[in-house]
């Protein structure tokens, strides 16, 4: 036993927590899977799915692991029966109110509620339920679409919004059946407070939230190969991964790895997210160019491209001083790379002459 007496025991294992840990927190760290629906470790808790549920010695009805905090002598069953009935009570209801079949519904964005139910089972395939949430099919924003038939009102989105965000665009509007996600007075996303960031597209759980030009390509997140990368937009260092259709030899779309795994914690801003069709625009330049003779570009090596540079900077340096060079770095370099710049223009060209755009 513990000395602190700061102990809770799930499924016979006594494990330690730390003030303000939640039960699932500390059996997810103990590497005890509870399946949730509408969890993300960014947001607050808010129980909207109740897949959480767990017995806990004392109660006399199921509590939600995401939301109950530990506290000294907690006992807490998490495979039991009663436990797996509920689960697979509940999957049957999420199910019977989207989209059933599983290709159908990832047609695009995977499904964690498909997932779940292939691994803990449901209780049968229920008649589908009038489903009554309004869409927003005028919205003409050019990135996101919201499909209510996938829609299970997790509220996960919203709550990215809010919380991780901070924009509150998106909200749930309607009571009971009627619930949807909405914007106010169900303007379009580019007039409202959205930032197009997609995170609402990345924490749904059914794909509701989708991608439309992803969507427009046609083809499923598990038919395409994610390639970790780093974003090149700005020097933060976003990591993400790029959807890579081999056959098309196409990057169809971008994801972010999961939170908690990189430095940018799951999050993506709208370039990350969606700018990325510069990828296959037919002006990129692919090999390095010079001018010739008459003045006109032709394609290069790096070799000679790179030597070109240096014996230009050279030339204006020997006829006119270092101090006649000048530096410019770009606030979508790395800090490393910046440091590169700042090093080599005052230990390789002898000048004090160096400035980042990010600093006007």
Known sequence: ????????????????????????????????????????????????????????????????????????????????????????????????????????AEDNNPSR????????????????????????????????????????????????????????????AGRGADTTISTADGIALTDSTCELCGGCVDVCPTGAMTEKPALAWGKAERELEKVRTTCNFCGVGCQLDLNVDREANRVVKVTSPPPGTTVNDGNLCVKGRFANDFIHHDERLKVPLVRDEEGNFREATWDEALDRAVAGLQGVAERHGDDALAFVSSSRCTGEENYLVQKMARAAFRTHNVHQCAAT
Not at 39 to 53: H, V
């Open 1 to 104: 036993m513990s000395t602190n007496g700061k102990f809770v025991v799930i499924d016979g294992n006594e494990l330690s927590f730390e003030d303000g840990e939640t039960l699932l927190e500390v059996a997810a760290r103990a590497g005890i899977e509870i399946p949730t629906l509408c969890y993300d470790p960014r947001l607050s808790p808010a129980g909207a799915c109740r897949m959480c549920l767990v017995e806990v010695e004392g109660s006399r009805l199921m509590q939600p692991a995401c939301s109950l905090e530990a506290a000294p002598g907690t006992v807490a069953r998490t495979n039991t029966p009663k436990v797996d009935r509920n689960r697979r009570f509940l999957l049957s209801l999420h199910l019977a109110d989207t989209i059933q079949d599983r290709e159908t």
């Open 113 to 172: 509620l498909h997932d779940l139910a292939e691994q803990y089972g449901t209780a049968g395939a229920w008649r589908p339920v009038d489903r009554r949430r309004q869409g927003r099919p005028s919205d003409t924003n050019p990135f996101i679409e919201f499909r209510p038939d996938r829609c299970i009102a997790c509220s996960l989105c919203t709550r990215y919004c809010d919380q991780v965000e901070a924009v509150s665009a998106i909200t749930l």
